[in-house]
């Protein structure tokens, strides 16, 4: 029975040493990924505002951060050398993607036609949701949302009555990333274009269909 004992405790301290061994080196290695990770997400924020908006000389210092339920925008407003404004790029998401959320930034002219978008984060089905990064600023059918406008164009798929066309084989991708285009759209006119909460609530209730209801 000693014996056994010994065997027991042994193999104790062996797996106690293994488990804590694992925890610290996963602790090194998050620390020292940490740092680099977060700064390649911003230079890729920072390389997604200049690829939207339209030719600009400085960003306002602060961003205009909002949250509605699980969903969020970031505001930042573009102005020219003269400081006058010339557009925003509205950083957007939208949690109802076939894999999970997505993050795109969105270019607005001071018109609030749409100048230019980048997909900053998805985890969609390559080779279907995943066209999302080309797909809707192609010259082809009715894909391009470069250059509309939510106050003439319905941003949402055909299938749902918009002005769309989905991606083929993935309208829910589709459905998530023309979400988060809309979701940007009201942040930017909400802030730029004077219109009021109760405004930006009702254009939401009419135009914007969350997709999980959708079928």
Do not use: C
């Not at 400081?83 to 790029?89: E, I, K, L, M, P």
């Not at 600023?137 to 055909?158: C, P, S």
């Not at 274009?193 to 009419?206: D, H, L």
């Amino acid at each position: 029975m000693a014996q056994l004992e010994s065997s027991f405790k042994n193999m104790l301290l062996v797996l106690t040493g293994i488990t804590l061994f694992a925890a610290i080196t996963l602790s090194s290695v998050y620390t020292l990924t940490k740092e680099p990770i977060a700064a390649s997400k911003i230079a890729k924020q920072q390389n997604a505002i200049k690829e939207v908006l339209p030719p600009f000389d400085h960003l306002d210092a602060n961003p205009i951060e909002e949250t509605e339920g699980v969903e969020t925008t970031k505001i930042f407003k573009a102005y020219d050398k003269a400081n006058n404004f010339v557009g925003a790029a509205v950083e957007a998401t939208s949690n109802n993607g076939f894999s999970g959320k997505i993050i795109i930034m969105v270019g607005f002219d001071k018109k609030g036609s749409i100048v230019n978008y980048s997909v900053l984060e998805q985890k969609e089905t390559p080779g279907l949701g995943t066209k999302m990064v080309d797909w809707f600023k192609t010259e082809k059918g009715n894909q391009n949302i470069v250059r509309k406008n939510m106050q003439t164009t319905n941003l949402t798929v055909a299938k749902d009555g918009g002005e769309v066309d989905a991606i083929s084989g993935a309208t829910i991708s589709s459905r998530a990333f023309l979400f988060a285009v809309r979701n940007a759209y009201f942040a930017y006119e909400k802030q730029n274009q004077g219109t009021s909460q109760g405004e930006v609530n009702e254009a939401k209730s009419t135009l914007m269909k969350d997709s999980t209801t959708l079928n």
